[in-house]
């Protein structure tokens, strides 16, 4: 690596909005300012919001509290009848297994999330991220990668797979 090239990379935002949600990139926030955001969103919404049951979850994963948040994402997914809203609980779900270290379980619920037709370039970066954790795990670099580009073959990370295939 160069003096410079440090420079030139692509600089992910810590937090990046998508449509009415605030998304954290986990490799940039720490649980403390997550927790720290959802305090101070917490006065920008209205009571009922605040306190539904998918934002209650989501204040749990901060807290590590990620069996119990898992529970309650899967109680919402199975009583919704919106594609989108199932796979943001996927989504979710996907999370609280990462943060758990069980990353196999995490894809799987990030490739339900991704299936269901919810947000591809939250899907994208949580795919890869999951990925590289189990490309250090286990070492086998082609086949995460070969797993993240039959997803995402045009995806952020595709150069990044593409290299580790070759």
């Known amino acids: 690596m160069g003096l410079f090239s440090g420079l030139f990379k692509k600089k992910e935002k810590p937090i990046v909005k998508k449509k009415d949600e605030l998304i954290a990139n986990s490799a940039k926030v720490s649980m403390e300012e997550m927790e720290g955001i959802q305090l101070f969103l917490k006065d920008k919404m209205d009571?009922?919001?605040?306190?539904?049951?998918?934002?209650q979850a989501c204040r749990m994963i901060p807290k590590g509290q990620y069996t119990e948040a898992i529970e309650v994402f899967e109680s919402i997914r199975e009583s919704s009848t919106?594609?989108?809203?199932?796979?943001?609980?996927?989504n979710q779900i996907g999370a609280c297994h990462f943060f758990l270290g069980d990353f196999e379980k995490a894809l799987e619920f990030y490739n339900k999330s991704f299936q269901s037709g919810y947000d591809k370039d939250v899907n994208d970066y949580n795919i890869w991220e999951a990925c590289e954790e189990l490309m250090k795990i286990d070492g086998n670099k082609a086949k995460w990668s070969q797993y993240y580009l039959e997803l995402f073959p045009d995806g952020q990370y595709a150069r990044k797979a593409k290299k580790n295939i070759a």
């Open 82 to 90: 919106d594609a989108y809203e199932k796979g943001s609980c996927d």
């Open 47 to 55: 009571a009922d919001e605040y306190n539904s049951a998918f934002n």
